[in-house]
């Protein structure tokens, strides 16, 4: 779901009655979840001072079942309001099933069968939140290797070509090439990279470095980050680094 920048008057009435009853904002500390006898799963979306950007806790136990939820976010009006729906909607799923969950949900949960949107939705409207996809790839790929990219592996999507695997996968494969390839290189130089988002064959990532937006000291260093996902995934993605102008890679 896109940013908005809706004020409270521009909303609809659902819109409004759940932006004055905010159940999920917050943060869950690492002591709460060993209180529980859960795991924390932290994750992010968006450029760190973009009008969407969302930083998520979850709480899950042992079987994967999320038991509670926490964002924190700068995004107001119909944006905020979806964030906190889509935390109340995750209660009580397993995350990998809490990270299909898409704008048109949230906004059916808001309306209650009203035949008004509740929401203005876009074409991302059937695309899951991608806070979430990567809230569950981070859960599933602790007990696992990076080494399950490669042909072979335990499960049958990761045996699949890239062109018949959905987000999810696709998601944990980037993130499995750039924890044995890529994050070891840059954090030798005091460097970071967190994915962003991934639309087709446009991955747009944030760089963390003592140059962090300057294309001088990152450009050769996405250049690398492209050719180690192309080479290891058989890939044709073309990495886009947010909040930095660069020239695009080939």
């Known amino acids: 779901m896109s940013a908005t920048t809706t004020s409270t008057a521009d909303v609809t009435p659902p819109v ?20 529980q006898e859960c795991t924390l799963v932290q994750s992010e979306h968006g450029a760190e001072n973009a009008a969407d950007h969302i930083s998520l806790t979850v709480m899950v136990d042992g079987s994967g079942v999320v038991h ?3 964002y924190r976010t700068p995004a107001t009006g119909d944006l905020l309001a979806a964030y906190d729906v889509m935390s109340e909607l995750c209660i009580g799923k397993p995350l990998t099933e809490a990270a299909l969950i898409t704008p048109r949900q949230v906004d059916a949960h808001l309306r209650q ?3 008004e949107q509740a929401l ?5 409207a059937d695309k899951p939140f991608y806070v979430l996809t990567k809230a569950a790839e981070r859960l ?3 007990p696992a290797s990076a080494a399950a ?3 072979g592996g335990a499960g049958t999507a990761a045996q699949l070509p890239w062109a018949d695997i959905g987000l999810f996968e696709k998601v944990r494969r980037i993130e499995a090439v750039l924890d044995q390839h890529v994050r070891p290189a840059l954090a030798s130089d005091g460097g970071g990279i967190d994915l962003v988002d991934l639309k087709s064959d446009d991955l747009f990532v944030q760089y963390h470095g003592a140059c ?4 001088s000291s990152i450009g050769g260093t996405l250049q690398f980050i492209q050719d180690s996902l192309n080479n290891h995934l058989a890939t044709t993605l073309q990495v886009k680094v947010m909040g930095a102008e660069l020239p695009e890679f080939t």
Do not use: H, I, Y
Not at 120 to 124: A, Y
């Open 149 to 151: 990219v490669a042909p």
């Open 212 to 215: 962090g937006s300057c294309s």
């Open 120 to 124: 203005r939705l876009n074409e991302d």
């Open 113 to 115: 069968n009203a035949p």
């Open 68 to 70: 509670d939820v926490r």
């Open 140 to 142: 599933t790929a602790k």
């Open 16 to 35: 409004r009655a759940r932006l004055a009853r905010l159940r999920f904002q917050g943060e869950l500390a690492a002591g709460d979840a060993v209180a």
